[in-house]
């Protein structure tokens, strides 16, 4: 590429950027479906794996309704993104827990491609692109659906659940100082 002078040299580089997102995420994705604990969750990340394939391929689609091939662009912000959520797995912790900050760092990618998707369709409506723009809205329209679906998930049961860890470890904790004072004023 000569540079950016134009928009569509911009929404070409912001194409190959989240072409490359959606691979990063295509190859993150199994690592936390093995480390979450809720079924609901697995289910769900289980569901979006396949459709983040499914992305892949309609960017694949719209690289060659342009006639461009398909490449990606290192994609500096998912990668911050999903290196943030990889750091809870093979955390020590409650279940529950791990998996409510696991939702939170899938919502983070979710917004992140639903914004990436919205520049996206709003320059190919400009560009002219109406094959580009539809595939890019099946694409935004199923991330969006991940994203709500993460969150009746997380206020359905997994918050709560992590509430609950919370207050029996301070239980735990509490019984436990109560037996060390307990022993300590039997001297």
């Known amino acids: 590429m000569s540079g950016m ?3 569509q040299d911009l929404f070409e580089d912001e194409l190959r950027d989240v072409y490359d997102a959606e691979k990063q995420i295509t190859k993150a994705l199994p690592k936390l479906i093995k480390s979450v604990s809720d079924d609901s969750l697995k289910d769900a990340l289980n ?10 391929e309609r960017l694949e689609q719209v690289f060659e309704s342009l006639e461009l ?9 998912i990668a911050g ?8 797995i093979g955390e020590d912790g409650s279940d529950a827990v791990l998996d409510a900050g696991i939702i939170a760092g899938c919502q983070r990618v979710e917004h992140y491609e639903i914004t990436a998707y919205g520049t996206l369709m709003a320059w190919a409506k ?10 890019l809205k099946q694409n ?6 991940a994203d709500q679906k993460l969150s009746k998930i997380a206020e359905s049961s997994v918050n709560e659940q992590a509430l609950s860890a919370g207050e029996e470890s301070g ?6 100082r109560g037996r060390s004072r307990g022993s300590s004023s039997m001297r």
């Open 5 to 7: 002078n134009t928009l």
């Open 47 to 56: 569901a979006h794996l396949e459709e983040t394939r499914g992305h892949v």
């Open 69 to 77: 091939k398909a490449r990606g662009k290192h994609c500096a912000g």
């Open 81 to 88: 993104i999903l290196e943030e959520g990889s750091e809870l």
């Open 126 to 135: 400009l560009l002219g692109h109406k094959e580009a723009l539809n595939l």
């Open 140 to 145: 935004e329209q199923e991330e969006k659906a």
């Open 171 to 176: 239980e735990e904790q509490e019984a436990a």
